[in-house]
């Protein structure tokens, strides 16, 4: 079992869909992402819970909802996307002490293609 | 301004020999941390090795190495007798030490590594 285990693998929607991505750790982190992965551009960090506290929107559109009910899951509920959301989102957990040298896990992604 | 910059787009490198994977960064913190991630066709992003900015050596995790160069701002990824495994993105990452809260990383836009038999 993967440390960090996110689903669906593959997703495709509508825009006018509502789905939700699934991101579980089994690692005791304190501290979970959402990063977008879109072609040719660096994964763009969305969003940052720290001990099940959001801790960082960065600008992400309201169509993309964050929800962390404890410290082991998180959520990204999605609502009237557009096409050009579609990319791989990627999840992560840390534990978070405050030290540079700490690495993130990250799970395989899911890949959402919106149509 | 982008704070990781990642020049080669592709990479391509025979079966065991030696490649560089070339990684710039841009903090004013002096304090900081520098990642390598690779990225198989799977889309899971494993870590690789890690270098802070007072390490005084070279960080090497087996066939992995990085030459820092702090003055030059640069952390370029060494990975020695490729293997076809090896093929894959590869991610150059930053932590800067004022970003305290949630131990985010920067990410570069990535090299694209293939190792031809």
């Known amino acids: 079992e993967t440390g960090v285990t996110q689903t669906p693998r593959h997703l495709v929607m509508g825009m006018t869909n509502k789905k939700s991505l699934k991101c579980e750790q089994h690692?005791?982190?304190?501290?979970m992402y959402w990063y977008k992965q879109s072609a040719k551009k660096p994964l763009e960090l969305m969003f940052v819970y720290s001990l099940e506290e959001r801790v960082e929107n960065n600008s992400v559109p309201s169509r993309f909802s964050p929800e962390c009910p404890n410290s082991s899951h998180l959520f990204l509920h999605l609502h009237t996307l557009q096409p050009e959301d579609s990319a791989l989102y990627l999840c992560?957990?840390?534990?978070?002490?405050?030290?540079?040298?700490?690495?993130?896990?990250f799970g395989q992604g899911t890949r959402l293609t919106v149509v | 301004a982008q704070k990781i910059t990642q020049t080669q787009p592709g990479m391509f490198v025979q079966e065991k020999e030696a490649v560089t994977l070339d990684c710039t960064y841009d903090?004013?913190?002096?304090?900081?941390?520098l990642f390598w991630y690779k990225q198989p066709s799977s889309g899971e992003m494993i870590f690789l090795i890690y270098?802070?900015?007072?390490?005084?050596q070279n960080a090497t995790e087996g066939r992995y190495s990085l030459n820092f160069q702090k003055a030059r701002k640069s952390a370029n990824l060494v990975i020695s007798a490729s293997q076809l495994g090896d093929s894959a993105m590869y991610f150059c990452?930053?932590?800067?030490?004022?970003?305290?809260?949630?131990?985010?990383?920067?990410f570069g836009e990535g090299t694209q590594l293939t190792v031809n038999p």
């Open positions: 992560a957990s840390s534990q978070d002490r405050g030290h540079l040298n700490t690495e993130a896990f």
């Open positions: 990452a930053m932590r800067e030490a004022q970003e305290t809260s949630g131990s985010r990383l920067t």
């Open positions: 903090t004013s913190d002096p304090s900081y941390g």
């Open positions: 690692l005791g982190h304190n501290a």
């Open positions: 270098q802070g900015s007072y390490d005084q």
